[in-house]
């Protein structure tokens, strides 16, 4: 299983990338709200993926998704968890920056929602009935990514929510600040994503 790859980018398409590392051009799909964030003046990239095999009559294709961070990745695999929904339709889907998805979703606004490609009045009320109150974390994803950062080992629950949020190129102060923040409006948090999530709607209220 292909969980990142990192090579120099050879091709760009609609939809996708190519991306050469030693000698082979792998493609990598990425869905259009990450893609408007990448830095597209580079040519040697990193990507978190998520690896999965295509399904057809007579063979089985494998298919690489790209992402910036681990964050990113978690959120469509969320997303595909709504009946109806699988990869290849979330690539799809995921037409606006993530971020912009998430505050939707918590926010229960279904006309948003049904405006993304592929997703209808009925599957926007599912998504919203399925993660509705569960995805706020990624309502903090900052639209400035380009890289891939490397994930801390974290030593408490604490310390794994300053980490997402480094990953979502937040400063290590600034960090720090909105988890203590958040901890004392909500002392009875007890783990980081409820804590993520308590950063989210403190960030919501401001």
Request: proline content about 5%; aromatic content about 8%.
């Amino acid at each position: 299983m292909i969980s990142r790859i990192s090579g120099k980018v050879i091709q760009k398409k609609e939809h996708s990338i190519i991306l050469q590392v030693s000698g082979l051009g792998y493609e990598v799909y990425i869905p259009q709200g990450i893609l408007k964030c990448l830095k597209t003046d580079e040519n040697d990239m990193e990507f978190v993926t998520f690896h999965y095999y295509q399904s057809d009559p007579s063979k089985s294709i494998p298919i690489l998704i790209g992402f910036i961070n681990e964050v990113e990745k978690e959120f469509f695999e969320k997303f595909i968890t709504v009946s109806g929904v699988g990869p290849k339709a979330a690539v799809k889907a995921l037409s606006e920056p993530i971020a912009d998805i998430a505050r939707a979703i918590d926010a229960g606004d279904v006309k948003f929602l049904k405006s993304l490609p592929g997703i209808g009045q009925q599957r926007a009320r599912e998504i919203v009935a399925k993660l509705q109150g569960k995805v706020g974390k990624f309502g903090l994803i900052q639209s400035m990514g380009g890289e891939v950062v490397p994930v801390e080992t974290p030593n408490g629950f604490e310390d794994e929510a300053v980490s997402v949020l480094l990953q979502l190129q937040y400063r290590k102060p600034e960090a720090q600040q909105m988890v203590k923040k958040a901890l004392q409006r909500n002392p009875q948090v007890n783990n980081a994503e409820e804590l993520l999530n308590e950063v989210y709607r403190q960030t919501v209220k401001q």
